[in-house]
């Protein structure tokens, strides 16, 4: 029979923190800047942070719970909200990137620090290259200042030194995962594989196995605990990344936060995308070669790549992936050896992350 834990610490009441967390340490790093200068880029990350889902820290809190919740709340806190520092890191270098105007219903880092460099009597001319630039540090300092968090978190010392290489391979696995979207970007196959292994690992581990992971080590959890959380977290962060590439297509910039045109316009390589060349006509399959991936794409135009996708029924098989893995997910937590709470609370963010519609 799986041992079931005893139902620990609410981790609703306890995200509630996550955003003190952040606050209270970016106002600390505000207050021993060596210069003003810096709180130009501070003040940049602030804006970030206030929007966004914090879907990470919310598991990494909700791995924490169903190993037991063992150890100093407010660390596991902390922990979590430095989660949402390396979501920010890989955000603004992918907008970078990407070259996206737009992110969490705002101008993307390096769009506003160029902004901000003109209004401050910076060259018009020179504005793109500074914020491309400023936008790299920017990155990099939320990376840098995501470890500090972390490490000074109060977590005990033998729960961080379970935690770090879960943390090192959460890093790697998510540049592979870069690196891959970036290789096939402007490339339109009919590979359907690729763009399933970059969902694995640019989103699925990183996204939802590896948070629920590290708040699982944060609690000592044993190997019975990291199992489940992988048999739930790849299946549900792999159609959670499904749902988000037909937001990407399908949805409302009002509701996304970002632009609908962005993925047809860089030609991204996604799931949804290959199989509509699998399926596409000749002449449908000309549409999209000649369509997908122009820079100058407008909204006529998307509408009819949106029809293609439509009509070679491509649209449809996500669909069905998307409810396949959810289910293989919430199957998975059917013997997990998770308090009922924790369980519970699973089934509804699974609900939450891929019934969004578009």
């Known amino acids: 029979m799986t041992e079931i834990l005893p139902a620990p610490t609410d981790v609703?009441?306890?995200h509630h923190g996550v955003g003190s967390a952040l606050t209270g340490f970016l106002d600390s790093k505000d207050r021993s800047a060596p210069g003003a200068e810096l709180l130009h880029l501070t003040s940049t990350l602030r804006g970030l942070l206030a929007g966004g889902k914090r879907l990470r820290s919310r598991l990494c809190l909700h791995g924490w719970q169903a190993a037991g919740a063992?150890?100093?709340?407010?660390?596991a806190v902390r922990a979590a909200a430095s989660l949402e520092l390396f979501q920010l890191f890989a955000l603004i270098h992918d907008d970078v990137m990407d070259d996206s105007d737009i992110r969490r219903g705002q101008p993307s880092a390096h769009r506003a620090l160029a902004?901000?460099?003109?209004?401050g009597g910076g060259r018009h001319d020179r504005a793109e290259a500074h914020g491309l630039g400023a936008a790299v540090?920017?990155?990099?300092?939320?990376l840098v200042w995501s470890d500090e968090l972390l490490e000074t978190a109060g977590a005990a010392p033998d729960r961080l030194a379970q935690v770090r290489p879960l943390l090192a391979k959460m890093r790697s696995e998510v540049m592979y995962g870069q690196l891959l979207d970036l290789q096939t970007t402007g490339r339109l196959s009919g590979d359907v594989g690729t763009p399933l292994r970059i969902i694995r690992y640019k989103t699925a581990k990183y996204t939802i196995e590896r948070p629920l992971h590290i708040g699982a080590a944060l609690a000592g959890g044993a190997p019975p605990v990291l199992e489940a959380c992988t048999a739930f977290g790849i299946p549900l962060g792999e159609a959670f990344q499904l749902r988000d590439d037909l937001l990407?297509?399908?949805?409302?910039?009002?509701?996304?936060?970002?632009?609908?045109?962005?993925?047809?316009?860089?030609?991204?390589?996604?799931?949804?995308?290959?199989l509509a060349?699998?399926?596409?006509?000749?002449?449908?399959?000309?549409?999209?070669r000649?369509?997908?991936g122009r820079s100058d794409l407008d909204e006529d135009q998307a509408e009819v790549i949106r029809t293609i996708l439509s009509s070679t029924g491509a649209r449809a098989r996500v669909e069905e992936m998307i409810a396949e893995r959810r289910a293989t997910a919430l199957a998975a937590l059917d013997g997990a050896p998770f308090p009922g709470v924790t369980t519970a609370s699973l089934r509804r963010l699974a609900d939450a992350a891929t019934a969004r519609r578009t």
Do not use: H, I, N
Request: charged letters at 20%.
């Open 277 to 288: 060349v699998q399926r596409a006509s000749p002449s449908e399959l000309s549409t999209l």
């Open 70 to 75: 063992t150890g100093d709340p407010a660390a």
């Open 248 to 274: 990407g297509v399908f949805g409302d910039s009002a509701d996304t936060g970002k632009s609908v045109l962005d993925d047809l316009r860089a030609g991204k390589g996604t799931v949804l995308m290959a």
């Open 137 to 142: 540090l920017l990155g990099d300092l939320a």
């Open 12 to 14: 609703s009441s306890l």
């Open 290 to 292: 000649r369509l997908v």
């Open 115 to 119: 902004t901000t460099y003109t209004e």
